[in-house]
C-alpha cells in the first residue's frame, strides 16, 4: 500500500512541476505563446488514470493556479475542473483514438478553458481579449504528442497504475 501511495506521487510531482512551467516568468513578447501546461498534464493524468484523477484535481490544482498567478479567485479552478470533467467523461474514446485525433480532442478541451476564461474576465473585469489570447491552445496540441509520449513513459517506468 505505501508503495502504491509512492507511485501516484508521480502524478502530484508531476502536476507541480506543469504549475511550475505555467508561473515561471518569461519575457512579455512570448508570453502569449506559453502552453496550458497544468490543463495538459491534467488531460493526460485524467486520460491515463480515470480511477485516480478526479475532478477535485483539477479544482484544488486550479486554485493554487488562482493564488499564484493573481487571477480571479475560482477562474482557473472552474475551467481546470470543467476540462478534467469532460476529458473523463471521454477518456475511454481518447484511450483508442488515433494521435492526431486524440490532439483535436484536446485542442477542443484546450478551448474549453480559454473560453470559461474569457467569459469569467469579460462578467468580472469587463475585459476583451486581443485575437492572441487564443494562440496557446494551438501551441498545447502542438506539444501534445511529446507531452504524452513523455508522460507514459513516466508512468510505466515508475510503474504508476
Known amino acids: 500500500m505505501a ?12 502536476l507541480l512541476a506543469a504549475l511550475l512551467l505555467t508561473i515561471v516568468p518569461i519575457p512579455s513578447a512570448i508570453e502569449i505563446y506559453r502552453p496550458q ?7 493526460y493524468w485524467t486520460i491515463a488514470l480515470p480511477e485516480r484523477i478526479s475532478v477535485g484535481h483539477g ?4 486554485l493554487l493556479l488562482d493564488v499564484l498567478t493573481g487571477t480571479t479567485m475560482g477562474e482557473n479552478a472552474l475551467s481546470l475542473s470543467l476540462i478534467t470533467f469532460v476529458a473523463y467523461q471521454a477518456h475511454k474514446r481518447l484511450r483508442i483514438s488515433p494521435y492526431f485525433q486524440q490532439a483535436l480532442s484536446v485542442l477542443a478541451l484546450l478551448f474549453i478553458q480559454k473560453i470559461v476564461s474569457f467569459l469569467v474576465l469579460g462578467m468580472t473585469l469587463g475585459m476583451t481579449t486581443a485575437t492572441s489570447y487564443w494562440i496557446s491552445p494551438f501551441i498545447g496540441t502542438l506539444l501534445w504528442p511529446s507531452i504524452f509520449f513523455i508522460l507514459r513513459k513516466t508512468r510505466r517506468r515508475m510503474r504508476v497504475r
Open 37 to 43: 501546461w497544468l490543463a495538459l498534464f491534467l488531460i
Open 59 to 62: 479544482f484544488l490544482f486550479g
Open 3 to 14: 508503495q502504491d501511495q509512492n507511485r501516484i506521487g508521480v502524478v502530484w510531482l508531476s
